[in-house]
């Protein structure tokens, strides 16, 4: 279907755009995780999986991977990707603010910096 109208053209741009970058985003986590999982132990191709790769965060910061299910119950999960963002950075060494701002609120780039920093894994109680 051809967009006739200027409108048509402009929403097809967009979605265009923002597909691209939500694809650039994602390879960027999955890069960073995959260098995550192999400093904590777990095969990094494990990264590619979306799900697999949430169930494995919620075991590098040190809970069940059965508490993992609580992602797919909402309110429940904000609250867990905040705590498993926090335990994650504590095993890293990393502070409760660098966990928040950057493992919780932009992982592109806390994920980046733990994957390739010198930062090194080390499961604390």
Not at 31 to 44: D, M, Q, S
């Amino acid at each position: 279907m051809l967009a006739t109208s200027i409108t048509d053209q402009a929403s097809v741009s967009s979605l265009w755009t923002t597909s691209i970058f939500g694809l650039v985003i994602y390879v960027i986590v999955v890069v960073a995780l995959w260098r995550v999982f192999a400093k904590a132990g777990w095969p990094g191709i494990l990264a590619i999986i979306p799900i697999v790769n949430m169930f494995i965060l919620v075991k590098i910061a040190g809970y069940s991977a059965w508490l993992g299910l609580l992602y797919f119950i909402p309110i429940a999960n904000v609250v867990l990707a905040i705590i498993v963002a926090i335990k994650v950075g504590e095993n890293f060494g990393k502070g409760g603010a660098f966990s928040f701002f950057l493992l919780f609120l932009f992982p592109f780039i806390g994920y980046l910096i733990l994957g390739f920093g010198d930062a090194r894994y080390a499961k604390r109680a």
